[in-house]
Nanobody
Framework: VQLVESGGGSVQAGGSLRLSCVASRYVPAMGWFRQGPGKEHEGVAIIDREGVTTYTDSVKGRFTISRDNAVNTLYLQMSSLRPEDAAMYTC?????????????????????WGQGTQVTVDS
């Protein structure tokens, strides 16, 4: 499975961006991870095969994950962006029955990864 992200860029604090991830085929569970400068790799948002979504606490109410299975595309709508959201955002996918809450904390459950798209937030 190939994953190709797009939509990153530079935005002012408080602004919005929408990330997209196109998969070469349908994969039941998909999500977004990020790693900022000097920070650990972390799960941001996951949507599992049942369509259940889970978010890391710091983005709840600001980010929305969604998918369009007709075009094998995952999205991450990011609003009210903060400087601490700046990171390389990477799309991941897995053929798994695990729920989104478990997947958020288990990047090793994802065998397929994109190259990432950079998000910069200017204060």
């Amino acid at each position: 499975v190939q994953l190709v992200e797009s939509g990153g860029g530079s935005v002012q604090a408080g602004g919005s961006l929408r990330l997209s991830c196109v998969a070469s085929r349908y994969v039941p569970a998909m999500g977004w991870f990020r790693q900022g400068p000097g920070k650990e790799h972390e799960g941001v948002a996951i949507i599992d095969r049942e369509g259940v979504t889970t978010y890391t606490d710091s983005v709840k109410g600001r980010f929305t994950i969604s998918r369009d299975n007709a075009v094998n595309t995952l999205y991450l709508q990011m609003s009210s962006l903060r400087p601490e959201d700046a990171a390389m955002y990477t799309c991941a996918a897995a053929v798994t029955a695990l729920g989104s809450r478990n997947l958020l904390r288990d990047p090793h459950a994802f065998p397929y990864w994109g190259q990432g798209t950079q998000v910069t937030v200017d204060s």
